[in-house]
């Protein structure tokens, strides 16, 4: 489930805003995330994250597609923490 909920776009947002001298930690950790992916659904033999989990339908999917909406937002965290 972290995989699925990791959101490397968010994280590359907040690294720019708030902490630029990480970069190099956040491009190791999108450099591990796919090949990290495909073998846990190599391992698994499922074609998506969390395909067989039922346990995760309907309240984390709705978490899910609120975030993702939230995220695709053009907001600025440094407007934000300028207020």
């Known amino acids: 489930m972290s995989l699925f909920k990791t959101?490397?776009?968010?994280a590359e947002?907040?690294?720019a805003a708030l902490a630029p001298q990480k970069t190099l930690l956040l491009d190791a950790i999108q450099a591990g995330f796919d090949p990290t992916v495909?073998?846990?659904?190599?391992?698994?033999?499922?074609?998506?994250?969390?395909?067989?989990?039922?346990?995760?339908?309907?309240?984390s999917r709705c978490?899910?597609?609120t975030l993702s909406r939230f995220t695709s937002c053009r907001f600025s965290f440094s407007q934000a923490a300028s207020r």
């Open 63 to 65: 978490v899910t597609l």
């Open 38 to 59: 495909s073998r846990v659904l190599q391992v698994t033999g499922d074609r998506a994250l969390l395909d067989r989990d039922q346990s995760y339908e309907p309240a």
């Open 13 to 15: 947002r907040y690294v």
């Open 7 to 10: 959101d490397l776009q968010l």
